[in-house]
DNA sequence: ACCTGAACACCGTTCAAGT
DNA sequence: ACCTGAACACCGTTCAAGT
């Protein structure tokens, strides 16, 4: 394991702990047993570290998609499991969740996590389109799709973590949310 | 204009031109005339101001729907016309729109802003009931297709702002999106 | 090439006064 | 009641050395 992994994981697991303001550069490099300026040798500054942790969750969360691919459940299932797994990534690590999918600065100053963030895209789009050959999906076009069910889980993650949907409100919870729109949308 | 809406007056200007980044406590007493600790004699911290600046929001959200709500259009385009106006709020300022919509820390420690939120939903809980009644929207639960519309409109612009959206990568922007959902839920 | 320690500028927050 | 100025602890970042 690399000086700069120890890092990037060492970064992870402040952010898992104490959320993004927890990640000074000091706490990181004293979590890999470094010195305080220690990251700079490897990133350019604190931006570029964060980065560098959603890039590699982003990473994380493509495979598991492919992995879900490639197992003998129906697309649609597959699709569902793709979508679950990232509604258990928001609630198990909301500061890294927000990070990946929520975090505008980042992403757009950072060309290898814009294409992190296509390839994990291109997993949802390919199982849209699996679900489409299967006649488990409408015939409206595989990319309008695959953003639309995304954009729809990001935002249902998010409203879920600002404590916009909760029950006492009579609101429905994130997984109802997803059966009703799979509802609505096979007739 | 009392000193405490001057402050979120400056502080949401700052946001304006500078992201969350430039709303240092210094800055926004200095561009109230004030000194840099003016603002701890009406808000408790820096995130309480931030919630201050994102109630004012909301609060100015919630009154255009309603006005939009008391036109003379059909159920349907006043649903749109809601939801096309926080695309345009994001795009605008969307520091601001972060704030209000995806700042999970804040919105969870100030239940002023989750009541706000809460007024927010409701309108648009009110706008689907017209819908519905006008036979513009399938019969599913109104609180259901509500937070749907909520969720798939915030999610559609977080992905446009990290620039998950793109024409060249050939994906729908957020009015192709929506369009879409809206011709999927009408038949 | 990689790391350390000192140093700088900046910030949130607190406190003791001022009117 | 509202404001100011000094002060403290902390942080990102830079720089000059060290191996």
Redesign the pocket.
């Known amino acids: 394991m690399t ?1 700069r992994d120890k890092l990037v994981q060492a970064a992870a697991t402040l952010l898992d702990r104490g959320g993004e303001q927890a ?5 990181v ?1 004293h979590a890999a ?10 990133f ?4 570029a570290l964060l980065a560098a942790v959603a890039a590699a969750d982003l990473e994380s969360l493509t495979c598991t998609f492919a992995d879900i691919r490639s197992s003998t459940q129906s697309p649609k299932d597959e699709l569902l499991a793709a979508l679950g797994s990232l509604v258990t990534f928001s609630r198990e690590r909301p500061a890294r969740y927000r990070l990946v999918f929520s975090a505008p600065t980042l992403a757009q100053a950072d060309p290898d996590l814009q294409a992190q963030s296509a390839a994990c895209l291109g997993e949802i789009m390919a199982m849209v389109e699996d679900c489409k050959k299967a006649g488990e999906l409408p015939d409206a076009p595989t990319k309008s799709l695959a953003s639309l069910f995304l954009a729809t889980i990001h935002g249902l993650v998010t409203m879920e973590a600002n404590g916009m949907l909760q029950r006492e409100k009579g609101l429905p919870t994130v997984e109802e949310n997803l059966e009703m729109m799979a509802s609505l949308l096979s007739g």
């Open positions: 000086t990640v000074t550069l000091r706490a490099g047993g470094l010195s305080h300026n220690a990251p700079y040798k490897h350019r500054n604190r931006d």
